[in-house]
């Protein structure tokens, strides 16, 4: 599709009974390979502080944000997902700063396939 950069976006949270639903967004260098972070769901605990640093290191932006117990209770757990998300994906204030616009972020709803 000719895109240089990807912002992936993930939330979690949706199953809990209480708290927030949090989101975060990432920009991988795509010339800095990142082994196993494809579903931390698949990854043990441990390995995931592992790959946390990793990430946070190595990417080339990243943001987290959330959305609140009153907000789910409001405009329900799928919605206040979405809208932490969208905070993440706008938090990601440096765009500029690697060639990028939020004209450019494009969201498919794809699964991530393992390598």
């Given at each position: 599709m ?5 912002a992936g976006?993930?939330?979690v ?13 990432v920009?991988?260098?795509?010339d ?13 605990a441990a ?11 190595q ?6 944000a ?8 409001t ?12 905070r ?26 393992a390598?």
């Amino acid at each position: 599709m000719g895109f240089v950069y990807v912002a992936g976006v993930d939330e979690v949270g949706r199953g809990c009974l209480a708290g927030p639903v949090v989101a975060a967004a990432v920009v991988l260098d795509p010339d800095r390979y990142i082994p196993r972070i494809c579903d931390s769901k698949t990854v043990p605990a441990a390995e995931r502080e592992t790959l946390y640093d990793e990430i946070t290191s190595q990417a080339l932006l990243w943001a987290v944000a959330e959305a609140s117990p009153g907000e789910i209770d409001t405009i329900n757990i799928h919605q206040a997902s979405l809208q932490a998300m969208r905070r993440a994906v706008m938090s990601l204030a440096e765009l500029n700063a690697v060639g990028m616009s939020c004209q450019q972020l494009v969201t498919t709803g794809a699964p991530c396939r393992a390598e």
